[in-house]
């Protein structure tokens, strides 16, 4: 059974403290592993695929990157506009149609 | 454009009483998904719908129905609602199931007294 762990459950964050997220995975054969970013009462809103250890992506303040058993999302200097819970996934390359086993999320609060 | 709407945004039921979360994606995708959160849990796979005419169980389907009434709508229904489905339900949608990039709706907020 594929499972994604993250840590830590929880981050407090000054304002241009950087930090990273750890999301530890086993799943038989990886397909990809995704971040995804959520507000409170507000759906998931998608931000990176990794497909291959080493390769790494980066969008504003946010960088995630991927080796065989775990992936980072490093956060820079952060902004109060960060606060939110980042979710990681992962889809197997063999099984059902696009199931993604979600962890259950880094809740990022980020203080002026 | 709206991207993915689902309705209600909140409904209380009672024990054994039914009711349909509907679910609308306006961005041509082909594969539809209903996910449930709950508190300290990630989020679980109920049913999905790889294409238009088709759909699947997930992870937690018990107590589930659902229908792909289109390609752009995705209905799921509870049928006799029990404490434990207290829950926010997202509904989900992507170009194609081989992809885990996931366009999600608000969610609807369903607590069962």
């Known amino acids: 059974e594929d499972q994604v762990t993250q840590s830590p459950e929880a981050l407090r964050l000054q304002e241009g403290e950087s930090s990273s997220l750890n999301c530890s995975y086993t799943?038989?054969?990886?397909?990809?592993l995704f971040w995804y970013r959520q507000d409170p009462g507000k759906g998931p809103e998608f931000l990176f695929t990794?497909?291959?250890a080493g390769e790494e992506k980066e969008k504003e303040r946010l960088k995630a990157t991927l080796t065989k058993k775990e992936s980072f999302l490093h956060i820079t200097a952060p902004k109060p506009e960060d606060s939110a819970t980042y979710l990681c996934?992962?889809?197997?390359?063999?099984?059902?149609?696009?199931?993604?086993?979600f962890g259950k999320g880094n809740q990022v609060v980020v203080i002026p | 454009n709206a991207g993915v709407t689902q309705t209600p945004k909140f409904q209380v039921l009672k024990t054994g009483q039914s009711m349909t979360l509907q679910c609308a994606q306006d961005m041509n995708h082909n594969s539809m998904y209903w996910y449930r959160q709950d508190p300290g849990m990630g989020l679980r796979l109920i049913y999905y719908s790889a294409s238009e005419g088709t759909t699947d169980k997930g992870e937690v389907p018990n107590g589930y129905n659902v229908s792909r009434l289109n390609k752009r709508e995705f209905s799921l229904r509870l049928e006799s609602a029990a404490p434990s489905q207290t829950s926010v339900y997202f509904c989900a949608s992507t170009i194609t199931g081989v992809t885990g990039e996931l366009f999600f709706g608000e969610g609807s907020r369903l607590t069962v007294l």
């Open positions: 996934a992962v889809q197997a390359l063999l099984g059902g149609n696009n199931r993604l086993a």
């Open positions: 799943v038989s054969g990886l397909r990809g």
């Open positions: 990794l497909y291959s």
